[in-house]
């Protein structure tokens, strides 16, 4: 039988429920000051505050992600500090908070977060370093694609197809000598045999392509079809970005044939409608 959605608490009552006995009461008060708390964002992160340090991850986590959204840079030493966390999610969310508050000193905690002991740390701070500064973030991007965790390496590569782009609007100003790193960089990557690797090498190859670089098609059109495959939940999504990609070169005879297969599949799948965009087509 349909149930009403529960109402969204009042201001006073998520901060009552703050300091409830019961730990998913205490986190869902904290979201919901997200909400109900932009009317007096200071009041509402300063009595989000003691949920830093409290005993439940998930309650830790959802005060951090209020308080990004209520620029709290008063309490940034304090999100800083959950960079240290014992639990991976929450040492996550305090470099994404970190990276919604902005600012200089938000900007330095994740530089010196780029260099943290935690791989999931770095990962996140690379990406709130590219939103920060995309030029900052370009030189971390460049210096990620060689990282030794697999993941990192692949973000610093996709990163780096996206400020390459050149149909981002508005275009990222790079100078030839800095196009041609980052092109040098990703041909590299995308020549990894290592298995523990080969999802550092589709990205590349799918960067490339972003960049306009046809050298790199072959590999992709083979993982829009998916003849060519990597381990992971992430796979299929993978392959959407490949099809997407291949639109900005489908003048390339391999490319338009793929993604012109893709497109004219009787399945309404999610690789179809990807292939008919990319084509420049409208997707039912």
Known sequence: MFQPSPLRRTYAA???????????????????LLSVGTDTPRAAADALAPLLDDGDSSVRTAALTTLGAL???HLLDAI?????????????????ALSDLGGDRALEALRGALRHRHDDVRY???????RASPSEGFAAALEAVDDAD???????????????????????ELSPGERERAMASLRRASDERDPARLRVAVIASIARVRAGD???????????????????????????DAIDALGSVRHHPDARSVLE????SILPTPARSHARLALGEASP
């Open 150 to 172: 697999p993941w990192i390496a692949s973000e610093g590569a996709e990163q780096l197809g996206y400020l390459l782009d050149p149909q981002v609007d508005p275009p990222f």
């Open 214 to 240: 046809e050298g790199a098609v072959e590999p992709v059109t083979a993982f829009a079809r998916g003849t060519h495959t990597i381990p992971g939940k992430d796979s299929a999504e993978l392959r959407h």
């Open 124 to 130: 996140q701070a690379l990406l709130g370093i590219v």
């Open 80 to 96: 800083a500090a959950r960079l240290d966390d014992g639990e991976s999610t929450v040492r996550q969310m305090a470099a994404v």
């Open 71 to 73: 620029d709290a840079r």
């Open 261 to 264: 297969r893709l497109a004219r």
């Open 14 to 32: 998520a901060l009552r429920d703050l300091t409830s006995s019961k730990p998913s009461v205490r986190a869902s008060a904290a979201a919901d």
